[in-house]
């Protein structure tokens, strides 16, 4: 226990460190923080070089420096809340931003007005990852929910990933059912008794499903499912598409506050609308999101398959809905995990 | 007790009192403070549908009641890590000692993914294992298993520097009067040892009941099997409900404070009866 507290004292050195190093870059140049969710990082390492050339070019040559900050959705929206100085925050769902609105007016309340999309550059879907040849002849959802099959999710609680995962297959029983709620629920209920993990994340998910060799199917996000091929040996797995999916729009938002106070509004803005110009968009592209520009989405439509989808919003009632019915003690996800 | 401010020797009792106190303030009671104070929040009805709830109640199970094994079975190995290490000398003994504080400085998260890929189904020892029948990893015993590795440590640190000072001219005097090996033990070692291996066991209990990183990755963390209470906390904070993940973790403050201070009443009574406190 000792030794723990040290090392996080060490840890919390280097932080102050590291947030010294950030001031003294911060006089030298213009510099922008985005704070961000788990698996953007490799998105935003190709963007912040990409959008520093832009504003370079467009500015008299002034030097932009975009930090970045990844984590969990949710603790990165309490860090923010909380008070660490994001200028602009890009999530992997929406309540991740509404918090900041609800929480101290940080974000302004029509932020979805703010930028085209609904404020969302990308979107992606839940899709399966198999192993190779799909030995159990996984098609769609209602395949999860057979007895032999085991299926691996992140857990809906703790993971945003797994939330939708969860939201997909409600929404393709209640399509199948003819809006039966209660088939409905008997579905999913199917569903999560053949879930042998629940992992905290994404990532976690896809450790279990690639290195322990657990389960017959993982239900991911596709930019994951397609890392996943390029990582781990795309020669041991394959990615099912099922009949209907679920699109996970990724949105953005200027923290009004920060911005206000550094002043930095231009900035921001600019660099968000980046992310929704043909630039930009081609390079969401290449990291497998799947774009908004209909120009780069033709392009590259070899990678993204059409499929039905729907959304929170034009299906489920919207998310704070969503969180009320399903995800809130004794909502319906708890009730079906029960025995 | 009522004589030590006289026959104190070192001045300057005031002002190490005052320093512990304000640092402990500082560092324990305020943050706990405010853990309570956010809990009052809900009223009293909310606050205990919120700490009885089934799935909640289940998590409290596997963690104190796996936490409490895990103690006791670190007691056991390590105590007989502890003999080995002192009263044996055998190539290598530098290493293994070593190798004992590693637990302390792994990171938790390491534990946990090295573990489980040992466990796994696919790894090394979870192979043969599920082959007789025994799953480890995603499953109660392996929470275990993370646990008694983080408390071990404890156990043959705290009883190591007793069994040091421990002269083996008693044993020899217990044996040339007549008593067996085992009588030996339980006479004249154990009672001895009992106030270490109690601290010994007390604090890896503690760590183990608020083990989070390297649970996390072996448990499964299916509902009603394998959820931690920390984990029932972190799911709390991830919908945003402060006040219910508060709230539970007021219970679990509340829960370990009072078996912390029943294992510390034993430990001063077989301390007293002992004699070693004198």
Known sequence: ?339 | MATSRHSNVLPGFNLALGYTLVYLSLIVLIPLAAVFIKSTSLSAAEFWNVVTAPRVVASYKISFGLSLLAAAINVVFGLMLAWALVRYSFPGKKLVDALVDLPFALPTAVTGIALTAIYAGNGWLGKPLEAIGLKVAYSPPGILVALIFIGLPFVVRTVQPILEDLDTELEEAAASLGARRWQTFRRVVLPILLPALLTGFALAFARAVGEYGSVIFIAGNMPFVSEITPLMIITKLEQYDYVGATAIAAVMLVLSFFLLLVINLLQAWTARRTGRNR
């Open chain 1, 1 to 339: 226990m000792r030794s723990e507290l040290f090392s996080r004292a060490l840890v919390r050195f280097g932080l102050l460190l590291g947030t010294g190093l950030c001031f003294s870059v911060a006089q030298a140049d213009t510099t922008l923080l985005n704070v961000s969710y788990d698996v953007s990082r490799e998105l935003y390492k190709d963007i912040n070089p990409a959008f520093s050339a832009h504003w370079q070019a467009g500015h008299g040559g002034e030097k932009v420096t975009v930090n970045q900050s990844h984590g969990g959705s949710s603790k990165q929206a309490m860090s923010v809340a909380a008070g660490l100085e994001a200028d602009v925050v890009t999530m992997n769902q929406s309540p991740d931003i509404d918090i900041l609105v609800t929480q101290g007016g940080l974000v302004a309340a029509d932020w979805k007005k703010r930028f085209p999309h609904e404020a969302a550059p990308y979107t992606t879907l839940s899709v399966f990852l198999v192993r190779k040849g799909n030995p159990k002849g996984i098609r769609d959802w209602s395949d999860l929910t057979r007895p032999d099959i085991q299926v691996i999710v992140p857990n809906p609680k703790t993971s945003g990933n797994g939330r939708y995962t969860y939201l997909a297959a409600w929404g393709y029983a209640l399509e199948q059912a003819k809006g039966d709620e209660a088939k409905a629920k008997a579905f999913v209920k199917a569903l999560f008794r053949n879930v042998p993990v629940l992992d905290g994340g994404g990532r976690g998910a896809t450790t279990t499903f690639t290195q322990r060799d657990i389960g017959d199917v993982l239900v991911t996000f596709e930019n994951e499912a397609v890392l996943i091929g390029k990582e781990v040996g795309g020669a041991q797995f394959e990615v099912v598409y099922p009949s209907l999916s679920i699109e996970a729009a990724a949105p953005v938002a200027v923290v009004e506050r920060v911005v206000d106070k550094r002043g930095s509004r231009a900035l921001a803005t600019a660099y968000l609308n980046f992310l929704f110009s043909p630039a930009g968009q081609e390079i969401i592209a290449k990291h497998s999101f799947r774009p908004r520009d209909p120009a780069i989405l033709k392009k590259y439509a070899a990678r993204f398959p059409a499929l039905r989808v729907f959304t929170v919003e034009n299906r489920l009632g919207g998310w704070a809905k969503v969180q009320q019915t399903h995800f809130a003690d004794g909502g319906i996800y708890d009730q079906i995990v029960e025995q």
